[in-house]
């Protein structure tokens, strides 16, 4: 996941660095067994970050996202704080490059909150012909403006961290063909012939006759043998390979310089309401929207407990990871547009929704690149949006759905008054619980604009 060896020894030289120490918690001799043979301290769990000091200390966790301490602990945490005190950005953000069939090229970084396909965009087969995808990152994007006032984006790690479960030949082939050698497996099920095997994985992943031992050890574990309470994979399971093997990474992905960022995405699950794409009205509207961005829990971010699924606030989908104040994070963004800085264009999108039997509107995956042409148009300022309560979304026709079949446009786009104003009430309540006196009066503005337009449907 990062680099290391002689090369980076060299160019550290003397100066500062972030210092890691992580503790599994589990001493020898040890005092009690281990649990599947994983060690970790799961009652005296603790990542302590160290801003002034530039350090790290982690204490019992098991889990990838807190042991690997370059990752979220270093990426986001203690990088947010940097780069608010030297004025870039650290986020939770994957990068792409795309073409079109005309040759036009051009860079998007998106923030969903984990679990929520990320890495399946970053690494997507288009479904469009002449339509190319190539992947910078998939977690974490550090961007700050050049001296031309173009905003320019790098990758700081060195490996990919994907959430295994739901990932196969269908839905992200490219994933498929970098975890076929050197790459890590955590906590996901292996077959008897050396396979590894999880929830959504094809078909011809369990040779014939071969059996399945799960995550938990149990033996000949069978699919479909009550498979929500017992899964053959825990649902966050990862994989863990070196980005050097993706098949489709970007020529420019370890260019020190960046890559020009275009536009920026935001985006979670949101089973209803919320429309397929749409296009803030400006930068600050922009900041709003990623400040009350909401998604259905994941495997990745448990909240509430119980079996339902809540959609939890995950603004820029940094819950996690701000490494300091909300409100002078937030802040921060707006104070990144004046002149000389050319800020891209914001949107958010919603690949989730469902009808009333709780089938998805959408068929995503490949089927989103469909999506990120009409933002290469819009990026291009072409005349393809109107106005709606909620920001800017497609003219009738824009959007290129030829192909798919019967595609519900009017429910995947509608947004009802009931449902703008319930939205209103729960962004008011967590910006009044969370950030309070903090938030900037903007996002204040912001809202009672949003108010305003709910008011007049």
């Not at 449902?419 to 008011?428: G, Q, S, T």
């Amino acid at each position: 996941m990062t680099r290391m060896g002689a090369d980076v020894l060299k160019t550290l030289g003397d100066g500062e660095f972030v210092r890691g120490l992580h503790s599994m918690g589990r001493p020898l001799p040890l005092t009690k067994p281990l649990v599947n043979n994983w060690p970790c301290n799961s009652e005296k769990i603790m990542v302590a970050h160290i801003p002034d000091k530039n350090e790290i200390a982690s204490f019992g966790s098991g889990y990838g996202g807190n042991s690997l301490l370059g990752k979220k602990c270093f990426a986001l945490r203690l990088g947010s704080i940097l780069a608010q005190r030297e004025g870039w950005l650290a986020e939770h953000m994957l990068i792409l490059g795309i073409t079109n069939p005309q040759g036009v090229k051009k860079y998007i970084a998106a923030a969903f909150p984990s679990a929520c396909g990320k890495t399946n965009l970053a690494m997507m087969t288009p479904s469009l012909p002449g339509y190319k995808i190539e992947c910078v990152g998939d977690d974490i994007a550090w961007m700050r403006f050049d001296s031309e006032g173009q905003l320019r984006a790098i990758n700081p790690e060195a490996g990919f961290f994907g959430v295994a479960p739901g990932t196969s030949m269908a839905t992200n082939p490219i994933a498929m063909k970098l975890i076929q050698s050197n790459t890590v497996f955590t906590n996901v099920a292996k077959t008897s012939d050396g396979g590894v095997y999880w929830k959504g994985i094809d078909d011809d992943a369990v040779s014939p006759g071969a059996t399945i031992t799960s995550w938990k050890r149990q033996e000949n574990w069978q699919p479909g043998d009550n498979e929500n309470e017992n899964p053959a994979a825990h649902p966050n399971a990862r994989f863990c390979a070196p980005a050097a093997q993706c098949p489709i990474m970007d020529p420019a992905w370890e260019d020190s310089a960046g890559v020009p960022v275009d536009a920026i995405i935001f985006g979670g699950r949101r089973p209803k309401g919320v429309p397929l794409i749409y296009e803030s009205f400006n930068w600050q509207h922009g900041v709003f929207v990623g400040a009350a961005m909401r998604s259905e829990a994941t495997a990745a971010a448990e909240h509430g407990g119980g079996k339902k699924k809540m959609i939890m606030h995950d603004p820029f989908a940094m819950r996690p990871f701000f490494g300091y104040n909300f409100g002078d994070y937030l802040r921060h963004w707006l104070s990144l547009e004046p002149s000389p800085h050319k800020v891209p264009k914001i949107f958010h999108v919603n690949w989730f929704r469902t009808n009333d039997e709780g089938e998805f509107l959408w068929p995503g995956f490949g089927e989103n690149v469909r999506v990120l042409s009409w933002i290469m148009d819009r990026v291009a300022n072409k005349d393809v949006a109107m106005e709606s309560p909620i920001g800017l979304i497609p003219k009738p026709g824009s959007l290129n759905v030829e192909g798919l079949g019967d595609i519900d446009m009017k429910e995947l786009f509608s947004v009802s008054p009931e449902f703008l104003r319930d939205e209103c009430v729960e962004i008011d309540k967590y910006f009044k619980e969370q950030v309070n006196e903090d938030l900037p009066r903007e996002m204040w503005q912001e809202l009672a604009n949003l108010q305003a337009r709910a008011r007049k449907m």
